[in-house]
C-alpha cells in the first residue's frame, strides 16, 4: 500500500471501484460540500473534489476534501497547475497529507479563458506530467523537487487523467504510459460516450500492459436534459457526445429518464471491457442521481475494507 | 536583435547523438551581431564537429533566418547537401530554427538558446514563435516550439481539448503538439517523445529571474 486510502484498498484488492464527484461552493457555506458527501458517501468509495474546474473561482478543493473527510468520506483532492507554482503545490501537498488528504488528481488545469476570469496571469510552471514526477519523488524518496529531504512520510496515492477521445488518437495511449513512467497509480478517463472507440484505446492499454501497471477508472457523465447534451457535444473541450446520444435525448418523453437510462446502458457495456477497474461519475450539478445509478448498475453495497 | 548565445558543446553533441552526417545553418542577422552563429561561429562549429567524427554536408549563411521564404529559398540551393545529411544544426535564435524546420523534412537541432528580443520581435510575423525562455527544447519537440505555441506552456502535450488538429482556446489556433507530433512521425522520430521531461529552469526564461543586462 502506497497510502492505504480507501481508493487504494479497494482498488487493490481488484474489486471494481466506483467514484464521484463532487462540486465545491461558489461561496464560503460548508453545508453545500458536506450535503453532497452526506448524500455520496454510501454509494461511493472516493469522493473527487474539483479544483476551480473551467478556471472558475470556487471554495479551495483542500478545504472542501478536509469537510468531506470529516464526514468520513475518502476524498480525492484534484490539484491543477494553472495557479500554483511549484513551491505552492509542494506546500499544499504537505499540508494536504497533513490533514489526511492522501489521494492527490494531477491536472494541468483548464485554460483561464474559459472561466469568469479570463485576464488572470497562468502559471503553469509545471504540467500535469511533471506533477506526478513531483508527487511520486516527494512520495517514494522523500524529497522536495529541489533535490532536499522532507522531514517524515509523505503517503500519497496519485492520480491522473487521460481523454481518449483527444486527437491524435494513436498517441493518447503513448500519453497514459508517460503518465504512469511519471508514477501514476490511477487514472480517470474523460466521459464515455462512444463505448466503441472508448473500448478500441483500451485494447491499446492492455496491448501495452499499462492496465497491469495503473488502475483505469472509466468517466461517465450522466445528461440531464436535451440542452446540457448539446452544450457538451458543441461547447465542451475535450468531451466527445456523439449526435445519436443528442437525438435520443431530444426524442425523449422524459429526458431525465433517458439521460440515466443511456448512462446506465454505457456502465453495463464498460463493466465487460478488459482492463477497466471501475468508473468514475461526474454528475455535474445533478448528485442526487449518483445514488439511483450505483444502485440501478449493481453496484452496491460498496465494499467495507 | 534577438540576442543568442551559444548552448554549450556538450549539450549540442548528446542532441546529435547518433547522428553523423550534419548541415551546418548560421544567421547574418542577429545570430551573427551576437557571436552565436554567424559566419565564423559556423566555421568554428564545423572544425569542432569534425574533431568529433562528424561529417559536415555543407552548410549555409542566411541574412536573417526568420525570413521564412528567403530560408526556404537559400536551403532549396543546398538541397543536395541537406537531403544527405542525418540532421541540421542551427546556430540561431528560435525563430530560425523554427523557420528552418518549417522548410526542411529533416530533424533540426537548436545550437542556441535565446536570451532576449532586445526589444524586436524579428521577421516571422505569423504567430509567436520564441518566448526567450533561455534553455532551448526544440531539440525535443522537432523544432516547434510549445513554450511559444501551446497556451498552457505543456512539456507533455497535447492537453485533453485538442481536437481535429486545433487548439481548446481559439478554433483558429493550431494544436502546437499536434504539429509536433506530425512532424516527428513524418520524420520517423516520435521516440523524441517518450521522455518524461523533468520541470523546466523557469529562472533564465525573459519572465523568470532578475532582469538581464542586454
Redesign the interface.
Known amino acids: 500500500m502506497k497510502a492505504g486510502t480507501n481508493l487504494e484498498k479497494v482498488l487493490e484488492s481488484g474489486r471494481f471501484a466506483v467514484t464521484a464527484e463532487a462540486g465545491p461552493p461558489r461561496g464560503a457555506v460548508p453545508s453545500v460540500i458536506l450535503r453532497k458527501g452526506e448524500l455520496l458517501k454510501a454509494f461511493c468509495d472516493a469522493l473527487n473534489v474539483t479544483d476551480n474546474q473551467t478556471a472558475i473561482v470556487r471554495m479551495s478543493s483542500l478545504s472542501s476534501c478536509v469537510l468531506l473527510k470529516q464526514l468520513g468520506v475518502d476524498p480525492v483532492m484534484q490539484m491543477v497547475?494553472?495557479d500554483r507554482n511549484?513551491i505552492a503545490i509542494q506546500s499544499d501537498v504537505l499540508g494536504a497529507v497533513a490533514l489526511g488528504i492522501w489521494n492527490i488528481l494531477c491536472l494541468?488545469?483548464d485554460?483561464q479563458?474559459f472561466g469568469d476570469h479570463p485576464t488572470a496571469k497562468?502559471v503553469?510552471?509545471?504540467?500535469?506530467?511533471?506533477l506526478i514526477?513531483?508527487l511520486s519523488q516527494m512520495r517514494d524518496e522523500k524529497k522536495f523537487?529541489s533535490g532536499e529531504k522532507i522531514s517524515g512520510e509523505v503517503p500519497l496515492f496519485i492520480g491522473a487523467?487521460?481523454?481518449p477521445y483527444?486527437?491524435?488518437f494513436e498517441?493518447r495511449v503513448?500519453?497514459l504510459a508517460?503518465k504512469v513512467?511519471?508514477g501514476a497509480d490511477f487514472i480517470q478517463t474523460?466521459a464515455v460516450f462512444d463505448v466503441s472507440k472508448f473500448a478500441k484505446w483500451m485494447e491499446m492499454v492492455t496491448d501495452r500492459g499499462l492496465d497491469k501497471e495503473v488502475h483505469v477508472l472509466a468517466g461517465v457523465i450522466p445528461i440531464r436534459s436535451v440542452g446540457m447534451a448539446r452544450h457538451m457535444r458543441d461547447n465542451v473541450?475535450?468531451v466527445?457526445v456523439p449526435d445519436e446520444v443528442v437525438t435520443r435525448m431530444e426524442d425523449a418523453k422524459d429526458a431525465r429518464e433517458e439521460g440515466l437510462k443511456i448512462c446506465l446502458e454505457i456502465i453495463e457495456q464498460i463493466k465487460e471491457i478488459p482492463g477497466v477497474h471501475g468508473i468514475h461519475i461526474m454528475a455535474v450539478a445533478w448528485e442526487e442521481i449518483v445514488p439511483t445509478i450505483v444502485e440501478r448498475a449493481g453496484l452496491l453495497p460498496r465494499p467495507l475494507i | 536583435m534577438l540576442v543568442s548565445e551559444q548552448k554549450p558543446m556538450e549539450e549540442i553533441l548528446r542532441s546529435l547523438d547518433g547522428e553523423k552526417r550534419i548541415f551546418l545553418v548560421g544567421c547574418k542577422g542577429c545570430a551573427e551581431g551576437c557571436e552565436s552563429g554567424g559566419e565564423q561561429q559556423v566555421i568554428e562549429m564545423k572544425q569542432k564537429l569534425e574533431e568529433e567524427g562528424k561529417t559536415i554536408t555543407g552548410f549555409s549563411l542566411i541574412d536573417m533566418v526568420c525570413n521564412e521564404s528567403l530560408t526556404r529559398m537559400k536551403l532549396a540551393s543546398h538541397r543536395q547537401a541537406t537531403d544527405s545529411a542525418d540532421s541540421l544544426l542551427v546556430l540561431t535564435c528560435g525563430i530560425g530554427v523554427q523557420s528552418t524546420a518549417a522548410v526542411v523534412d529533416k530533424v533540426v537541432h537548436p545550437g542556441c538558446n535565446t536570451i532576449s528580443s532586445g526589444g524586436a520581435h524579428a521577421e516571422w510575423k505569423e504567430a509567436e514563435r520564441c518566448l526567450e525562455c533561455g534553455d532551448c527544447i526544440l531539440d525535443y519537440t522537432g523544432g516547434i516550439c510549445p513554450i511559444a505555441r501551446c497556451p498552457k506552456n505543456l512539456f507533455h502535450g497535447p492537453c485533453g481539448g485538442s481536437e481535429g488538429g486545433k487548439c481548446e482556446i481559439h478554433p483558429d489556433l493550431p494544436c502546437a503538439w499536434h504539429l509536433i507530433i506530425e512532424r516527428l512521425s513524418k520524420l520517423g522520430r516520435l521516440d523524441k517523445l517518450e521522455a518524461v521531461v523533468p520541470p523546466k529552469d523557469w529562472s533564465v526564461s525573459l519572465t523568470g529571474g532578475p532582469p538581464r543586462p542586454r
Open positions: 497547475c494553472r511549484r494541468t488545469g485554460y479563458s497562468s503553469f510552471d509545471l504540467d500535469s506530467i511533471q514526477q513531483v523537487l487523467v487521460e481523454n483527444a486527437d491524435p498517441y503513448l500519453r508517460k513512467k511519471a474523460q473541450p475535450g466527445s
